[in-house]
């Protein structure tokens, strides 16, 4: 057992529910007690889905403890088909369905008897995998599935598409500005001549799911999610893949290389020419990206060895640790993330970038380092945003977990060459408010001291009963003027001279909007 | 008054959308100021709170998760060391006067027996620990707050019948101590009786509420829960209780089978209609006259005219998610909107029977069909019903919000009914702001506009 207030990434289950509801016309069950189907919530809220969120939950309640789920889950598989006609139903288990060691996989082979809809089970353990390794597992899992079939009945089409494309794995629901990075990768791919084959999970079918192998190469953006299918797909298919994210400007170069090198095995088969982007990139980096030129600018110089702390998901962290310390010439003292399963590829990727590297999964621990290390600014989750308003300290979010600020209606991406404009007034802004709060506070602060309220208040005519002086303190802070206000005026009309609890509650039944 | 139908019951497959009853800690570990919330489950009930809980986790909150790993599940570790280990370090840190564990589905199901060790750790560590078992393979919801004053009410003090009433405090009571200090003095005419109100309300609201009483001279002795863990009242024998809210029919039972209190089963006070049912069901239990109820009631009614005429006529669908919606609905009827359908997780039919009746009272009044009460509904169901029916209005949670939304059907979020300021006739206003705030969004857009946020999605 250990004390927990705050988790940064959440339970497995989480995740092969996103991946699940990524995909389309793919249905989820969870078996699980009444209450653990927020999911539905989060993804409704966050992503302000326009559609219910195809999942559902078998519920477990003391029936099921007693006599086992029996027909209960295969007939709420078999409903869910009859329903809804999902291409594929999920079955999930969640932490309190794995302590019940039932033979889940028993029911799927059973509801896929009865069934017009592919079932398969979650192949996830609850107390092993957090929800990023479990959703990286889910979608090899169904990509497995459905490619593994497809060989078995001669459907498979392993031959390259003509012109250059490639896959994007690893685009799921709600997850961190992905909507946009996704976009944004769309584009820079198409900007290479590279068109997409597929995007999975997102908005994909699985019908779709054979043709995977007729890319020329996949692409991950985030390490966190897709690996795992990437890795399969290598093996089985022969496909390469580029595991680099493009964030960042020596990032996306990097990319871009890799994108080249990787074309060019085919290019000149296929095409009959060697493909090269080096001019692509110059002028990307000159005129698309400010970021090159801002970090040259004076406003960037302004910034030079100031300190920052970072953390968040390993492909974040490390990308922005590159950013501020290679691209920026910003210190960074503390590099971090909470992704302890990909402890060794983070540790080489922000090595000599920053003062010391943390790898902890808990945010005191993260808290009491910001509050040593006292940076100018902070990069991290809305967890860190909030140690940093504790603190006083400016803070840009950069890595789930999302908060429904992080489903922005506008173009954010945090990949490729807008991406680098983004992150970089995301890094000016966050600087730049530390330093401005710091200035106002050397000259005074807002000279608004001497400014009155707006309050009606006379304290000649009125007096508060001491039983009614101490209500408003119950009272949230910021209605409290506004009905002390109410009241007083209340007052005043009807000739009451002194304020009673009475008095107030009779002013509150009486106002109007 | 006589009733031409009865109400119609029916129970669904029970597939619906609620909150898991752990987030009674949200509101209680607020309410009781010198409390520790500790929920012994897994990470699936930390990633629950800590979303749904929004930002009052960035405030430092008095709960915090014990989360079970693989050893605790396989026994290889020891439960009542390892709680030991953390409420020493809760102690420590927190130093709260009681610390209130929350059981959930993964403690039932490997039965880690936390009545048990609560009460030799309590020896050991010195502060109360109180066990209340929310969990969701039992309850829904707000019920998780019924299990914890369920489990609360079991420490409050002895109640010494005194033939002379008291007032006042009563008294600073350690919980090991049954009772001391109980001064029947200070008699006055206000009390009549001793009333203790039970469920956990803001704390204006509640003295609101007992305001309302002591204007027909009833004192009210004390609350379950009360503001701090040691002034919880005194119950026993000639102690009358009554519930504020719909779901606290466990509480109710404690408090009549174990701690031999009398409960009074009244309406709840929530819409005028309600507050005044209420009070005057106080009264006729402790003999006393209502004074001015009427006046009073009618004055709230013409207060809030201006609402009533934005929903008068139209159509209301409860999906049901917090127990609230029998009262809800009741008030909605006599506010003269149409009820489709009242969704509810559980209905317990002798709790809310004063309300049920109060519900079939207003019908017949109001002229309105009687609604079908649905328990443990199938949301699946329910939205098929609703697309045929095409409701005004759709009360439900936020899974379902956005999609109505999307298909033209107004919604408003259930979950802010539990944690709105619903009670009492001062209150009234604030319902209504809530109810009819989609409605009024609607109106207020310049004609033409509105088609702009039309959606395309079909059935």
Redesign the interface.
Same mark, same amino acid.
């Given at each position: 057992?250990?004390?927990?207030?705050?988790?940064y990434a959440?339970?497995a289950? $989480?995740g092969t529910l996103r991946v699940a509801s990524s995909f389309r016309n793919v249905h989820a069950i969870m078996h699980?007690?009444?209450?653990?189907?927020?999911f539905?919530?989060?993804r409704?809220?966050l992503e302000?889905?326009?559609?219910?969120?195809p999942v559902?939950?078998s519920?477990?309640? #003391?029936h099921v403890?007693a006599r086992g789920s029996r027909d209960k889950v295969v007939s709420?598989i078999s409903r869910k088909g009859e329903?809804q006609r999902p291409d594929l139903i999920v079955l999930t288990p969640?932490?309190?369905s794995s $302590?019940?060691q039932e033979d889940l996989q028993n029911f799927v082979d059973r509801a896929s008897l009865y069934s017009e809809s592919d079932v398969i089970l979650a192949d996830v353990n609850?107390? #092993?995998v957090?929800e990023l390794q479990a959703s990286d597992k889910t979608l090899e899992q169904i990509v497995r599935y459905y490619l593994d079939r497809a060989s078995k009945e001669g459907m498979s089409n392993r031959s390259l598409t003509d012109a250059p494309s490639a896959n994007i794995i690893g685009i799921l629901t709600p997850g961190f500005h992905n909507q946009h990075d996704c976009r944004e990768l769309k584009r820079l791919l198409g900007e290479l001549g590279v068109s997409i084959n597929q995007i999975i999970p997102e908005g994909e079918f699985l019908k779709n799911l054979k043709d995977l192998p007729r890319a020329w190469f996949n692409t991950v953006p985030y390490r966190e999610m897709g690996l795992m299918s990437a890795t399969f797909l290598e093996k089985e298919y022969g496909m390469p893949y580029i595991s680099t994210t493009p964030i960042g400007i020596s990032n996306a170069a990097d990319f871009i290389t890799q994108v080249e090198k990787l074309l060019n095995l085919w290019a000149p088969v296929l095409l009959g020419r060697k493909l090269n982007y080096d001019l692509y990139v110059e002028n990307q980096t000159k005129f698309v990206s400010q970021a090159a030129w801002f970090s040259k600018s004076i406003d960037c110089q302004n910034l030079a060895g100031k300190e920052a702390v970072v953390f968040g998901d390993a492909t974040h962290a490390a990308s922005i640790t590159k950013i501020l310390a290679g691209e920026m010439g910003i210190r960074v003292s503390c590099s971090g993330t909470y992704c302890k399963h990909d402890v060794g590829r983070f540790n080489e990727q922000v090595q000599g970038l920053c003062d010391e590297v943390l790898i902890t999964e808990d945010h005191t621990e993260v808290g009491d380092t910001i509050a040593r290390i006292e940076p100018s600014a902070i990069f991290g989750t809305q967890?860190e945003r909030?140690i940093g308003?504790r603190i006083d300290i400016p803070c840009g979010v950069i890595s789930s977990p999302v908060h429904i600020q992080n489903f922005p209606l506008g173009y954010r991406p945090f990949l490729g060459y807008e991406g680098t404009n983004q992150i970089a007034d995301l890094i000016y802004n966050s600087f730049n408010l530390g330093m401005e709060d710091h200035s106002l506070d050397v000259f005074g602060g807002h000279d608004t001291k001497g400014i009155s309220t707006k309050s009606l208040s006379d304290k000649k005519n009125i007096d508060w009963s001491p039983e009614a002086e101490s209500?408003p303190k119950? $009272?949230p802070g910021f209605v409290r003027g506004k009905i002390k206000r109410n009241t007083e005026v209340f007052a005043k009309q009807n000739n009451i001279s002194e304020v009673t609890?009475?008095v107030m509650?009779a002013a509150?039944? #009486?106002?109007?909007? | 008054m006589k009733t031409p139908e009865t109400l119609a019951f029916e129970c669904e497959t029970?597939?619906y959308?609620?909150?898991?009853?752990i987030?009674c800690v949200a509101w209680l570990y607020q309410k009781i100021e010198d409390s520790f919330f500790l929920v012994?489950g897994?990470?699936?009930r930390? /990633?629950?709170l800590?979303? %749904?809980l929004g930002v009052t986790?960035?405030a430092e909150?008095r709960y915090?998760?014990?989360?079970?790993?693989?050893g605790?599940?396989s026994a290889q570790?020891n439960d009542q060391k390892?709680?030991e280990?953390?409420c020493l370090?809760?102690r420590d840190d927190r130093n709260p006067s009681v610390i209130i564990w929350i059981g959930t589905?993964?403690t039932?199901?490997?039965k880690m027996d936390l009545e048990g060790i609560a009460p030799k750790l309590e020896k050991q560590i010195g502060i109360p620990i109180v066990v209340a078992r929310a969990?969701?393979?039992? /309850?829904?919801?707000t019920q998780g707050e019924d299990t914890a004053l369920a489990a609360m009410a079991h420490r409050c003090p002895e109640y010494k019948h005194c033939k002379t009433n008291r007032q006042g405090e009563i008294g600073r009571i350690g919980i090991q101590t049954t009772s001391d200090n109980k001064s029947p003095s200070q008699g006055s005419e206000l009390t009549r009786s001793n009333l203790v109100l039970f469920g956990s309300l803001?704390?204006?609201v509640a003295?609101?509420l007992n305001?309302e009483l002591k204007r027909q001279s009833i004192y009210v002795s004390g609350w379950l829960p009360s503001q701090k863990y040691d002034e919880l009242p005194g119950l026993g024998e000639g102690v009358y209780v009554c519930g504020v809210n719909p779901f606290l029919s466990r509480t109710a039972t404690t408090l009549m089978r174990r701690r031999k209190c009398q409960l009074i089963g009244a309406p709840f006070p929530i819409g005028p209609d309600g507050t005044r049912a209420w009070i005057e069901k106080i009264c006729s239990v402790l003999n006393i006259n209502p004074d001015g109820l009427e006046e009073r009631e009618s004055?709230?009614w013409k207060?809030i005219e201006?609402y009533i005429q934005v929903i008068t006529g139209k159509s209301v669908f409860f999906m049901g998610d917090n127990l609230l919606e029998i009262s809800m609905a009741r008030f909605s009827i006599r506010c003269g909107m149409i009820v489709y359908e009242i969704g509810i997780p559980y209905m317990d039919r002798r709790y809310q029977a004063a309300e049920l009746l109060l519900l079939q009272q207003t019908c017949v009044r109001m002229k309105a069909p009687l609604p079908r009460i649905v328990e443990k509904p199938d949301n /699946?169901g329910q939205?098929q019903r609703m697309q045929e029916m095409k409701p005004h209005l759709a009360i439900t949670?936020? %899974?379902? %919000?956005?999609?109505l939304e999307?298909r033209n059907i107004d919604t408003k979020w259930s979950v802010e009914f539990t944690f709105a300021q619903i009670h009492g006739?001062?209150n %009234?206003?604030d319902i209504l702001?809530l109810v009819t705030r989609p409605l009024r969004r609607g109106g207020g857009f310049t004609p033409g506009f509105r088609s702009l946020s039309k959606?395309t999605?079909g059935g």
């Open positions: 057992m250990k004390l927990a207030y705050w988790m959440g339970p289950h $989480i699980a007690p009444l209450g653990d189907d927020y539905n919530v989060m409704s809220m302000r889905e326009r559609d219910f969120t559902t939950a519920v477990v309640d #003391r403890l709420n329903e969640t932490c309190t $302590i019940l609850h107390y #092993r957090n967890m909030h308003k209500e119950r $009272i609890i009475d509650y509150k039944e #009486r106002s109007s909007p | 029970g597939n959308h609620t909150f898991c009853p987030s012994v897994t990470k699936t930390g /990633y629950f800590q979303n %749904a986790i960035f909150p915090a998760m014990a989360e079970l790993e693989e605790d599940i570790l390892e709680l280990k953390i370090q809760i589905c993964t039932e199901i490997v969990n969701g393979l039992d /309850y829904a919801f803001p704390s204006s003295s609101q305001l004055l709230i207060n201006d /699946y939205v949670g936020m %899974a379902h %919000a956005n999609p999307a006739s001062s %009234a206003r702001e959606q999605i």
